[in-house]
């Protein structure tokens, strides 16, 4: 597992190719093995997760009956939605790849997207506390979670042009095929395993 200085030295890359400076690629270990590495992003963003999820269990609780229970399964089914959600997009972002001939940009990207979600997870789970803790801040926090997605799709199209190239219509569409399944999957499989507050 990456230790802290390594994930504070990829998050060092990350922001040099936000701001389309190349020698971000020397912070990051885009082989093969680096791309399997980065995996062990999911496991930095564990707190934030944990965090989102019990924030979402007290809504489900709040909405569902008194007599209503929520155990382990709950947290496995919520576990489900979030390993889809990290894996799917990039899988559909390889079959992209591949049928406009940029295979050889899938490890880089994979090892970009799976540390960009580090610093988003924890900032996602800064507003969840917001609204947890700050009572009438709902209307504030939508407003900086529509700033927050802007940003990481701001971020993520910065980065994808550092490796891909200047292709704006590429670039967008592989954007959109990162960011846009993971919000559909996250409501679609809530609802399919009944983790979804009513309502």
């Known amino acids: ?15 040099l190719l936000i701001r389309m400076d190349a020698r971000g690629f020397q912070y990051l270990d885009i082989s093969d093995r680096g791309m399997l590495r980065s995996f062990w992003a999911i496991l930095w963003s564990l707190p934030p997760i944990g965090i989102s999820w019990l924030w979402w269990r007290q809504a489900y609780l709040i ?8 155990g382990l399964a709950f947290f496995l089914r919520l576990a ?11 899988v559909l972002a390889g079959l992209l790849l591949l049928i406009f001939r ?8 994979v090892v970009t997207v799976n540390w960009l979600w580090v610093p988003t997870s924890y900032l996602n789970a800064l507003l969840i506390a917001l609204i947890a803790f700050v009572p009438g801040s709902s209307g504030l926090v939508a407003l900086l979670w529509l700033v927050l997605m ?7 199209a910065r ?6 190239g200047a292709h704006p219509l590429f670039i967008g569409a592989l954007t959109l095929v ?8 996250t409501d ?5 395993l009944g983790v979804y507050p009513p309502g």
């Open 188 to 192: 679609f499989l809530q609802r399919f």
């Open 102 to 109: 940029f295979g050889d940009k899938f490890a880089p990207i």
């Open 150 to 156: 802007m940003a990481v799709i701001f971020s993520l």
């Open 63 to 70: 909405a569902m009956p008194p007599e209503t229970a929520t």
């Open 178 to 185: 990162l960011m846009i399944p993971s919000m559909l999957l």
């Open 80 to 90: 489900l939605v979030e390993v889809a959600n990290w894996v799917i997009p990039l």
């Open 159 to 164: 980065i994808l042009r550092m490796i891909c």
């Open 1 to 15: 597992m990456p230790t802290f200085r390594e994930v504070q030295y990829y998050l060092s890359g990350l922001w």
